[in-house]
């Protein structure tokens, strides 16, 4: 199946093929298991879609299940994922039928040959939920240039905290052997307000209740956020493999209409509610996790409508890739790393 997009699932011959034998083999056992078999040998239709969750988060696919808004689809869920990278990863090579994370992630992933396709966002950037980067209050770090040499923890490298970071630092003049000396160093969200307050880093990228925690207790201080030269953006979305896109598009289709509606559901119903039923989607599910961080949840942050993507969102992403020479060059147009064929609210539409 050809389609062309605001990208389309055809596109060049690297992206139709794993650059590792590894994964093309990993993928082939995951789905085979997970979709059964077609008459003719090959893997069947399914409108099962197994997936990764976060301990002590609802994600919107789980929101739109438990509105009714995923139709036939249904969600099976294998574990936890441990970041957004690792996640796409683990839909890459087949192990799930979709992940999501930092779409700089994908996009490497992508132009590295991963045959996968981003069919909505899922999170982003916007007044209320963003990536702050923190110091105590006695830090002389005041500034871009004051981060040379200083070590800034983050939830994990080569995700959004990262690339934000260093484009920040490109923006604002520094060059390339300067912004070497900055050290980014992987920390456990969980320990990096305390990582922080102990001295082990200088600066800490805090999102969502790390951030309002570290805030409320005091003593430290912001520098700078993404919001802040960034603007409104969606920063993440989920990707499928285009082989499962191409034998379920129905499934990918009401999947991004469900997620789509959770979108919207959630800018339209009152934060206490949404937070209400996040926390017993959470409860019900039986995960041995707890809640608490449910009650800091401000927005999902994205910023087009029913989770709709721009060319802008993904080619920030893929230039900074090879500024900062992650990739040898763009071999891949934002065209063909994402399509919005799917999501209802394209072209002006909206879902029934």
Known sequence: MTRQKTG???????RRRF???????AAAVPLAASCGRAAGGGPARTSTLRYQGWTGQVTLPELAQD??????????????????????????TGQVAFGGAFNGASVKLQEAGAPLTSVIGYYGTDPVSYTGFFVLDGSPVKGPRDLVGKKIGMNTLGGHAQAV??????????????????????????????????????VAALTGIFQDKAVAAGGVRRVFRDYDFLGAFTAGSYVFRDDFIERNPDTVRAFTAGVAKAIEWSRATPREEV????????????????????????????????????????????GWLKDVGQIKD?????????????????????PR
């Open 275 to 318: 937070i209400e039923r996040q926390t017993r989607i959470l409860t019900a599910r039986g995960r041995n996790e707890g809640p608490d961080a449910l009650r800091y949840w401000k927005s999902w942050g994205v910023a087009g409508r029913g989770g709709l993507m721009t060319d802008r969102e993904f080619a920030t992403w893929s």
């Open 19 to 25: 650059l590792s034998a590894v994964a093309v083999s």
């Open 67 to 92: 509105l009714g808004y995923l139709g036939d689809v249904r969600l099976e869920w294998v574990g936890n994922t441990s970041s957004g990278p690792q996640d796409v990863q683990t839909a890459a």
């Open 165 to 202: 970071l260093d484009l920040y630092l490109r923006r604002n003049g520094l060059g390339a052997g300067d912004v070497a000396k900055v050290e980014a160093l992987a920390v456990p969200p969980v320990s990096l307000e305390q990582s922080l307050r102990q001295g082990q880093i200088d």
């Open 330 to 350: 763009v071999k891949v147009g934002p065209r063909d790393l994402y399509t919005n064929e799917f999501n209802p609210y394209a072209n002006g539409g909206a």
């Open 8 to 14: 389309s699932i055809a596109a060049a011959p690297s």
